[in-house]
T-cell receptor
Framework: AQSVTQPDIHITVSEGASLELRCNYSYGATPYLFWYVQSPGQGLQLLLKYFSGDTLVQGIKGFEAEFKRSQSSFNLRKPSVHWSDAAEYFCAVGPTGGYNKLIFGAGTRLAVHP | NAGVTQTPKFQVLKTGQSMTLQCAQDMNHEYMSWYRQDPGMGLRLIHYSVGAGITDQGEVPNGYNVSRSTTEDFPLRLLSAAPSQTSVYFC??????????FGEGSRLTVL
């Protein structure tokens, strides 16, 4: 069955520290991969996406993610976290063909300490 | 530049009542979808549409109806609300393989 697992429900980091949010997926073929961010009371905003090519993907707000096929992972990273990065982060996977139906992970809530 | 607009933002219903959540997009996107968001469960797809007159079920369609008479609008109907339908609902649209654009959500409470 297709699924997305975000092992960490909550993560707390200090401002300026590095961040890695984990995402593992189970999918029958090479998928499209996405990371979305949701601020409180808001809808989701796309951070970055992987379709093909370079497995290290750059996104908005200084985020990057690396696709590792052998590990079925698509972890999100940021070298230095800002207080404004506190939000909930969702990993999503979808098929490569046609109009995809994205499957979302349960989310990781990030808290940032000053 | 409205994007995806959902109304209402908040709604309280009694069990058994019906209502419609409205969704409109002004980006001429063919694909529209409805998700529900529950704590610890991420977003789950309710229904989706790939164009006017075409709809299909997602992961959790029971208790919900949709229709797509125009490209712009994709309303979600709750026929007989149940407490299990208490959730935050998101409408999203996209074009081809582009990113999903989300509305700001509609928080529904069923008593």
């Amino acid at each position: 069955a297709q699924s997305v697992t975000q092992p960490d429900i909550h993560i707390t980091v200090s401002e300026g520290a590095s961040l890695e949010l984990r995402c593992n997926y189970s999918y029958g073929a090479t998928p499209y991969l996405f990371w979305y961010v949701q601020s409180p009371g808001q809808g989701l905003q796309l951070l970055l996406k992987y379709f093909s090519g370079d497995t290290l993907v750059q996104g908005i707000k200084g985020f990057e993610a690396e696709f590792k096929r052998s590990q079925s992972s698509f972890n999100l990273r940021k070298p230095s976290v800002h207080w404004s990065d506190a939000a909930e982060y969702f990993c999503a996977v979808g098929p490569t063909g046609g109009y995809n139906k994205l499957i979302f992970g349960a989310g990781t809530r990030l808290a940032v300490h000053p | 530049n409205a994007g995806v607009t959902q109304t209402p933002k908040f709604q309280v219903l009694k069990t058994g009542q019906s209502m419609t959540l409205q969704c409109a997009q002004d980006m001429n996107h063919e694909y529209m979808s409805w998700y529900r968001q529950d704590p610890g469960m991420g977003l789950r797809l309710i229904h989706y549409s790939v164009g006017a007159g075409i709809t299909d079920q997602g992961e959790v369609p029971n208790g919900y109806n949709v229709s797509r008479s125009t490209t712009e609008d994709f309303p979600l109907r709750l026929l007989s609300a149940a407490p299990s339908q208490t959730s935050v609902y998101f409408c999203a649209s996209r074009q081809d393989r582009g990113e999903l654009f989300f509305g700001e959500g509609s928080r529904l409470t069923v008593l």
